[in-house]
């Protein structure tokens, strides 16, 4: 029954036959494949990747948690599979032990803390193993929005060290014994920072076994269990002690403060969740979009049946009440530790918001380029990229006014508004908008030409649109079959206004321009993306083309 509810949440992997893209996963593949070409040329636990950074190499293995990778190395060294599907057997093996540890811990949980319950222990082993895998972050965020294998793998880790410490405290046995040291060492050893948070709720329940008291704690009476549940999570940080240490004792040689250091992007006080996205239903993620905005909730169902465990506990329904307790208080904590009103300032959720506006202004940006693609309306398109500026502008300015009304500051930092907007528009996309004027002896703007005296043709390429950034440093190339156009090949740079200027003299007699006299050809960017132009209809272009 246990499979079957994990079959489930298998299937995603089951039937497609790669990886979601532009996930952490792609990263997981390649750190196995470069674990295993280094194990078979005789390193077995190497903490130098030569082959990363351009050939410089990198110490991920000295710094990051190996379990999920030697996990996969198993399968990955059979000459049928390799890197991706190695990977992927890890997210499933880590879904599977998540469903297989829960079961078995709530099982015996319940059938020794509650009387009588020997018919319902293995249906609320089922309904918490379901609970357990399917939240959305287990089973859906982590494993596929994110690709986190270490992660993902820890999750499943973790009920499996409860369970073992659970079974040796109830039957002081030497197997449950070594099964919790080796478990509580894989906690360790799959992911750095939730090692730390699963290796504290492991300690606390073992302290909380002495807190309760005879009679009511897991411990059985004259047991070594009585005396060795702390010397159980001690031996498991000592059997991971080869990592642990080193990472420890050299963390000086690495720069680990943009990982946990103040203000980084990976500080604490950057991500915490209000209690309305905790509590919240999950969305659905648009694919589509370059700068996903994923939900970390904890599921509807899982915080529902957990409000209901907790109503049952404390009025003392649900049979021993101080072993349910602990986890009542355990919860509450963390999900009071994760609401942001006990963490984030004023200051730092202006600082955030403009982050996520940031974000939206790029999404913003790539719908107006993809209704460009299947539309090709150039004035629905200029409309639409300056409704996101002006939503960028309004949404930053609300911000600081927000801070600056409840006495904070709001600084721009690193990046301005300015600097965001730069950042997102050099990078998002890759169209040009090219003004093409012809001017008369004057300098005046005209259609009709003449072969007594040249014309001066000027190609001014912005970016997006006819406002834009001028683009410098574009080759252009002007050709027709009517004139000459100099200088000579018809090639010209633009200069720091993006313009590139070109004298046109003209072989025929006086006319129109029509839009097959006057066009231009496929030319080299100067180092920037190629882009989109318009052909020369009476000064504009009219179609798209490239350049």
Request: include cysteine; aromatic fraction near 12%; charge should be negative.
């Given at each position: 029954m246990v499979l079957l509810i994990c079959f489930v949440a298998l299937l995603p992997f089951l039937?497609?036959?790669?990886?979601?893209?532009?996930?952490d996963a792609e990263l997981h593949i390649y750190r196995l494949a470069e674990l295993s070409r280094l194990v078979r040329g005789g390193?077995?636990?190497?903490r130098w990747s030569p082959h990363f950074y351009y050939g410089y190499g990198y110490p991920i293995f000295n710094y990051y948690a190996p379990l999920g990778y030697y996990t996969g190395l198993l399968v990955e060294i059979w000459p049928v599979f390799n890197a991706v599907l190695a990977i992927k057997f890890v997210f499933m093996l880590g879904l599977v032990l998540a469903g297989l540890g829960m079961y078995g811990f709530v099982r015996d949980f319940v059938r020794?803390?509650?009387?009588?319950?020997?018919?319902?222990?293995r249906p609320a082993g089922y309904v918490a193993a379901a609970v357990y895998v399917y939240a959305p972050y287990i089973q859906y965020v982590d494993p596929h929005a994110r690709g986190d294998l270490a992660e993902s793998f820890s999750f499943g880790l973790f009920p499996l060290a409860l369970w073992a410490l659970h079974r040796f405290a109830r039957t002081g046995r030497a197997g449950p014994w070594l099964a919790a040291c080796f478990a509580i060492a894989a906690v360790i050893l799959s992911h750095n920072l939730m090692a730390m948070v699963f290796f504290g709720l492991l300690t606390g329940w073992v302290l909380w076994q002495y807190v309760i008291g005879r009679g009511q704690s897991a411990i059985a009476a004259d047991t070594p269990s009585r005396y060795?549940?702390?010397?159980?999570?001690?031996?498991g940080v000592g059997l991971a002690a080869f990592f642990w240490l080193p990472v420890a004792l050299e963390q000086e040689a690495v720069n680990l403060s943009s990982l946990i250091g103040d203000g980084s992007h990976f500080d604490f006080r950057n991500h915490f969740l209000t209690l309305g996205t905790l509590l919240g239903f999950s969305p659905r993620l648009d694919w589509g979009a370059t700068e996903q905005v994923i939900t970390f909730n904890l599921g509807v169902m899982q915080w529902v049946i957990g409000l209901l465990g907790a109503v049952l506990v404390m009025s003392g329904r649900a049979g021993n009440r101080r072993q349910g307790l602990f986890f009542v208080l355990a919860a509450g904590l963390l999900v009071l530790w994760t609401g942001a009103t006990h963490a984030v300032d004023p200051a730092q959720k202006c600082q955030s918001g403009k982050n996520k506006e940031a974000g939206k202004y790029a999404f913003c940006l790539q719908k107006a380029e993809a209704k460009l693609v299947t539309t090709g309306d150039t004035a629905k398109y200029s409309a639409a990229i300056l409704k996101c500026e002006g939503k960028l502008a309004d949404k930053w300015a609300r911000l600081e006014a927000a801070a600056a009304a409840k006495g904070a500051s709001c600084p721009d930092d690193p990046l301005t508004e300015a600097d965001f907007k730069k950042v997102i528009d050099d990078n998002s996309d890759n169209i040009y908008y090219v003004d093409v004027v012809l001017l008369d002896a004057l300098g005046e703007p005209t259609n009709t030409v003449t072969t007594t005296r040249p014309n001066r043709l000027e190609v001014t390429v912005t970016k997006k649109n006819k406002n834009g950034a001028p683009i410098a440093d574009v080759i252009v190339t002007v050709a027709s079959t009517i004139a000459d156009i100099d200088p000579d090949q018809g090639s010209g740079l633009t200069n720091a206004d993006g313009v590139a200027t070109f004298r046109v003299h003209f072989l025929q007699f006086p006319l129109r321009m029509q839009s097959e006299d006057l066009s231009t050809l496929p030319a080299e960017t100067g180092g920037n993306e190629p882009g989109t132009v318009r052909r020369f209809v009476s000064g504009r272009f009219s179609q798209r083309g490239a350049i």
């Open positions: 039937l497609y036959p790669d990886l979601p893209q532009e996930t390193e077995f636990y190497p020794q803390s509650v009387p009588g319950s020997a018919q319902w222990c060795l549940l702390p010397v159980t999570l001690l031996a």
